[in-house]
């Protein structure tokens, strides 16, 4: 076979390959990078020895610094892409909308108007982006605007409307999807309308037994993600027996799916069958989590479990935890009901979080049962000060009630008039209890 003849001048074919293996390396080291700075770092390096970029070492680098949410970083490298000439790019802007997305919503929707070449995933991340700020209207304004849609436009739209508790809207969504049959929704879309129909109690089980039966017909494994969210779902809309079958076909279970069964038991009431639960799962070796401890403690304070109450609570540091405010509401609910108000007392005055006015108003029903006004009189100045009048009438009139009752109607009618000067408002139907 003919030799090629090298072209005129001084160029080499073996000069051209060894030109491109750097380049090839530094993206390939990008790509591979363990962490932002890394990447970053071989970024730089390939600025200073003046090694062409393209669009994959653009794309990794992104891709690598978008956790650190830095919008100054995501500036920089916005410029950088600019002086390049990669903006025109699709995959480049997109991936660089995600990142300020991430980072900087404000400077994403900038770019998202200034991108004339979009694509699908480009208007799927607007959708996302709008749905995490909390502007559902804004991201259902740009999947309607959208001229093409795929399946994970869908999902994100219905993700929107259940993240943002707009229920009737996301399963609305749901079936509109449903009835084109054109994309079949994935686990994302469905796991979604689950979790809402779990929000929506009973009124949303007629739609979430329809959302199970869709995962029975097409097939899917009853892995640990959609087990465990449809434990959750008929734990809550009332259907527990239903959370346990599910539980013990589950061939893998995370310790989301032993807490969801655990709060199922301590919400219905069945505090022995939690404890159960969580000694077993204890005993399988899974740590629980906060949402572990929190039900658990939720359950003894539920049937009044005092000793087994202390136990997990100090189990919480055991596990390399901090407690969160609400296993102390836990502990002050569960003092509370069984009278042990002075260490109720105690966990309020140490705690390092600020009582909210749920833990305010158990301690100050709890000295009002057990007429403990002594007790309660100790708090009532920091109560006070605490208080919102638009939202807290009902603490309020229970510090009224405790001065009335123990005589002291003086006391009581300067509450009163402290609620008309601050024109207070009491939600009519709500309770402490």
Known sequence: ????????????????????????????????????????????????????????SILFTLKSCTPLRN????????????????ISHVYVATSLLHAYAVASFD???????????????????????????????????????????????????IDAFMSN??????????????????????????????????????????????????IVKNGWDLDVEIGTILIDMYAKCGLLKYSCILFNLMQQRNVMTWTALICGYAQHGHSDEALSLFEAMLEMGVAPDD?????????????????????????????????????????????????????????????????????WGSFLLACKEH???????RVFERVLETLKPESDGGIYSVISDLYILNEKRDEAERVRKLMVKQKVRKRGGSSFI
Not at 143 to 157: C, G, I
């Open 371 to 377: 007429k403990q006004f002594q007790m309660a009189e």
């Open 107 to 157: 400077d994403a929707r900038k770019l998202f108007d200034e991108t004339p070449n979009r694509n699908i995933v480009t208007w799927n991340t607007m959708i996302t982006g709008y749905s995490r700020s909390g502007e559902v209207n804004k991201a259902f304004a740009v999947f309607k605007a959208m001229p093409l849609r795929d399946a994970v436009s869908w999902s994100a739209m």
């Open 71 to 86: 919008p100054n970083l995501i500036a920089h490298l916005h410029s950088h892409i600019l002086k390049l000439g990669f």
């Open 1 to 56: 076979m003919a030799k090629l003849p090298n072209p005129p001048g001084s160029f080499s074919y073996s000069g051209f390959f060894s030109f491109l293996r750097p380049f090839n390396s530094f993206t390939s080291a990008i790509r591979n990078a363990s962490s932002p700075h890394e990447a970053l770092d071989l970024y730089s390096q390939m600025h200073r020895q003046s090694i062409p970029f393209d669009s994959f």
């Open 291 to 359: 949402g572990a401890f929190t039900s658990i403690l939720t359950a003894c304070a539920r049937k009044g479990l005092v000793e087994e109450g202390r136990k997990y609570f100090n189990m919480i540091k055991q596990f390399g935890l901090e407690p969160k405010i609400q296993q102390y509401g836990c502990m002050i609910d569960l003092f509370c009901k069984t009278g042990f108000l002075e260490e109720a007392y105690q966990i309020i005055r140490t705690m390092k979080f600020e009582p909210d006015c749920v833990i």
């Open 165 to 214: 508790w707009k229920w009737s809207s996301g399963l609305a969504c749901f079936r509109e999807m449903v009835a084109k049959k054109r994309f079949k929704p994935n686990q994302r879309a469905v796991g979604s309308v689950l979790w809402g129909c779990a929000q929506l109690g009973s009124l949303g089980l007629l739609v979430g037994r329809s959302a199970h039966a869709f």
